[in-house]
Nanobody
Framework: QAPLMESGGGSVQAGGSLRLSCKVR?????MGWFRQAPGKEREGVAA???????TYADSLKGRFTISRDNEKNTLYLQMNSLQSEDSAMYYC??????????????????WGQGTQVTVSS
C-alpha cells in the first residue's frame, strides 16, 4: 500500500467548499499539500509541521486551512470559497527534509496519487 492516499476531491461550483483528506501509513513530521493544473508546474498550497505550525501560499491564505490528526494518521485541507482557478489535481506530500522551503515539491520524498478538484463557474 502507498504511504499516502488522498480522498475528498470532486466537482463543486464556484464559491463552494471541499475538504481533502490524506490517510498516512506510518508517520511524517512535516507534510504538505500541493496542486498541479494541466500545463502548469506543481505548486505548494500549504504545509504543516508535526506540532502544528503551518505555512501557506500567499495567494491562498484565508481560504484554505491545513490541519492534521496524528491519532487518526490523517492530513486535511479545508478549501473554502473555491474558484475556477483552484481546479487541479491535489497531492499530499510527506517526508519534508527541513532543508528547503516547505512549499517546494523537491523538499518532499513521498507523494500520494492525487485527487482531482474541479470548480465550475
Amino acid at each position: 500500500q502507498a504511504p499516502l492516499m488522498e480522498s475528498g476531491g470532486g466537482s463543486v461550483q464556484a464559491g463552494g467548499s471541499l475538504r481533502l483528506s490524506c490517510k498516512v501509513r506510518g508517520y511524517f513530521s512535516g507534510m504538505g499539500w500541493f496542486r498541479q493544473a494541466p500545463g502548469k508546474e506543481r505548486e505548494g498550497v500549504a504545509a504543516i509541521d508535526e506540532n502544528g505550525p503551518t505555512t501557506y501560499a500567499d495567494s491562498l491564505k484565508g481560504r484554505f486551512t491545513i490541519s492534521r490528526d496524528n491519532e487518526k494518521n490523517t492530513l486535511y485541507l479545508q478549501m473554502n470559497s473555491l474558484q475556477s482557478e483552484d481546479s487541479a489535481m491535489y497531492y499530499c506530500a510527506g517526508g519534508y527534509d527541513y532543508r528547503g522551503s516547505a512549499l517546494e515539491s523537491s523538499s518532499y520524498s513521498y507523494w500520494g496519487q492525487g485527487t482531482q478538484v474541479t470548480v465550475s463557474s
